[in-house]
């Protein structure tokens, strides 16, 4: 089915949905590096999402209960997307990084467009485009370029390790999130979807925090948290969620690319990092891959 003009027309518009959560994220990540030695992941995971919860919970719990039944019928679909990108993304992401490199694993995410675009196409419809699979491919090279410091060839002298698999699970279990939030077109707004999600990946975090070595909070870590459970934790799934529902999975998937162009960006500002060479190569060939798996949409081609 073709899209309409106004459709074309609104396209680029929403973009501003999942550049919005990859900020958001940027500024995460910096979060994540500043937490490092301050408080364990599971501990800043967990709190994070209960923070995102109490948050949420006065001004969406009276919808919950107002629309309950709905919600029960959802609750298994709402019960798989909050493990899916709320509890075992992040669970598997932090446990991979102890047994594999941050070059692996930056590889890894960069796959997630492939694989969502893959997914698409198999569950959720959406045709498989030339311009899709390039820009897909053309942003991995990027990234690739921008992981290895402008050296590819040394990912081939770098071990296979347990953590590698971990990743790849992580990254898949993410991408198919965002294939099923678009194929199933739930009737509850997002917040409501959210906050269900929130509770739900809550439950799974809670063993994993429970059995960890304690990690209270503290006044150099309450920031940090602060951040996290707020905007990382609310605001960019929102805008992630709305992303992934007006302009399909696979090319919301494409402006993850931008993560670690951002995040070059934000070190040189923030932390007065050197950008180098690679960082100006790497990130021109993610924001070519980012506007060439847009163009087929923005130009009228098919959707779905």
Known sequence: MSSSPVARQAAPAFSIYPLLAVLIWTGNTLVTKAAAGLIAPSAITFYRWLLAGLVLTPFVLPSLIRQRAAVLTQLPRLALLG????????????????????????????????????LSSRLAGESLSVERLCGAGLSLAGLVILSTRGQPLGLLQGAVHAGDGLMLVAVGSNALYGVLIKRWA???????????????????????????????????????????????????????????????????????????????????????????????????????????????????????
């Open 186 to 304: 739930m009737p509850l707004s997002t917040w409501l979807q959210l906050y269900v999600q929130i509770a739900c990946g809550l439950l799974l975090i809670l063993p994993f925090w429970w059995l960890a070595p304690p990690s209270p909070v503290t006044a150099a870590s309450m920031p940090l948290i602060l951040y996290a459970g707020t905007l990382a934790s609310i605001g960019a799934p929102f805008c992630w969620m709305s992303g992934i529902k007006h302009l399909g999975p696979a090319r919301a998937s494409l402006f993850m690319n931008l993560l670690p162009v951002f995040v070059a960006l934000a070190a040189a500002v923030l932390l007065h990092e050197r950008l180098h060479g690679y960082h100006a190569l790497g990130g021109l060939l993610a924001l070519s891959g980012v506007w060439l798996g847009m163009a087929n949409r923005w130009s009228g081609g098919p959707a779905r």
């Open 83 to 118: 493990c899916l990108g709320m509890g075992l993304y992040q669970g598997l992401a932090y446990q991979a990084a102890q047994t594999t490199s941050a070059i692996n694993m930056g590889v890894i995410v960069a796959t997630m467009p492939l694989m969502s675009a893959l």
